[in-house]
Nanobody, 124 residues
Framework: QVQLVESGGGLVQAGGSLRLSCAAT????????MGWYRQAPGKERELVAE??????????NYADSVKGRFTISRDNAKNTVYLQMNSLKPEDTAVYYC???????????????WGQGTQVTVSS
């Protein structure tokens, strides 16, 4: 019913920038939360950043390790979330996954969806 498709990963040198995109398609009534997670080899998946819809506007949350370097944003008209990553470090190397807490039309109930992941590699 709902698919999340990520794009924008790749190889970049330390200090460089990348912009990830995640587009949600399907029977979407409302997107409550969209976020980015990452998983490095041998490590658990961790939250990078998330953006939550609210009555007074969106709120954001970042992992301490990326604060000041990464920015999450969303385009509600396109059901798309972005992650602008600046000043990248080798320790940012991981597979980045998009996650959405989405209410679907068919049941008007919230479900959690994940994208397939996109590789980000930062060379030193």
């Amino acid at each position: 019913q709902v698919q999340l498709v990520e794009s924008g990963g790749g190889l970049v040198q330390a200090g460089g920038s990348l912009r990830l995109s995640c587009a949600a398609t399907g029977s979407i009534f409302k997107i409550n939360v969209m976020g980015w997670y990452r998983q490095a080899p041998g490590k658990e998946r961790e939250l990078v950043a998330e953006i939550t819809s609210g009555g007074s506007g969106d709120s954001t949350n970042y992992a301490d390790s990326v604060k000041g370097r990464f920015t999450i944003s969303r385009d509600n008209a396109k059901n798309t979330v972005y992650l602008q990553m600046n000043s990248l470090k080798p320790e940012d190397t991981a597979v980045y996954y998009c996650k959405g807490n989405i209410v679907v039309f068919t049941r008007l109930k919230e479900y959690q969806y994940w994208g397939q992941g996109t590789q980000v590699t930062v060379s030193s």
